[in-house]
């Protein structure tokens, strides 16, 4: 096991504790203090998934999430929140996070999040049935280089809009539940509201249909979830 991980946490006996467990595992560890240095550690180095803090000084983790996905960065980000409301939790997977673990968590559960994102990801890398680029309305994707374009040039997309495309185009022509999406994509057992999925899909929508408010793609098939039509 070679995958490198980044710690992002102001707090020191959080960050060494994980960074002490996770070398344990045989995982390669990086820290950072705080978020600003994280996010220039993230703009100048290549990591296989992030533990990012959500309360920290400098750049809190919703910032440097946010930035992280903005710039390009498409490695799996889970959040560590001390808050438990499910705001915080939307708010986190909305900006580009792939999953989250509330404080206090035990390290088991940390570690199975932290195998599952992985695990998705390298799946995803080896999928046999993926073409290189794939015409979806407007927009053309790479899946395995994980970048998308339309006429007028490259289109930002974060690694959960990949991901949910991906599984929608893998399921084309059949209706798919949210509960699929947030069970499949995000790998929830307890999933945080169906409204996230609905949000995700408006904003795939303004990038693939040429009239978002009425969408030949991706539909809504009342009561039962989304079909995308290919």
Not at 53 to 63: A, H, I, K, R, T
């Amino acid at each position: 096991m070679n995958n490198k991980i980044i710690v992002i946490d102001d707090e020191p006996n959080m960050r060494l504790g994980l960074a002490d467990n996770l070398e344990f595992e045989g995982y390669q560890v990086d820290q950072a203090e705080n978020g600003k240095i994280g996010l220039e550690k993230l703009l100048s180095n290549s990591y296989d998934l992030i533990l990012l803090d959500v309360m920290m000084p400098e750049l809190s983790g919703f910032d440097v999430c946010k930035k992280a996905r903005e710039k390009g960065i498409t490695a799996p980000i889970i959040l560590l929140t001390a808050k438990g409301e499910e705001i915080d939790k939307v708010l986190g997977l909305e900006l580009g996070a792939d999953d989250y673990v509330t404080k206090p968590f035990s390290l088991r559960e940390l570690l199975a999040r932290i195998k599952a994102v992985l695990r998705r990801g390298g799946n995803q890398e080896k999928e046999p049935e993926k073409e290189d680029n794939v015409k979806i309305g407007q927009l053309t994707v790479n899946f395995l280089s994980y970048t998308a374009e339309n006429t007028s040039g490259p289109v930002k997309m974060s690694h959960k809009e990949f991901e949910i495309l991906n599984y929608l185009i893998e399921r084309k022509n059949e209706i798919v539940s949210r509960y699929d999406l947030l069970e499949e994509v995000w790998g929830y057992e307890e999933t945080p509201t169906t409204r996230t999925v609905d949000n995700f899909i408006v904003k795939l929508r303004h990038k693939i249909e040429e009239n978002p408010n009425s969408p030949h793609i991706i539909l809504t098939v009342h009561g039962s979830g989304y079909k995308l039509i290919m």
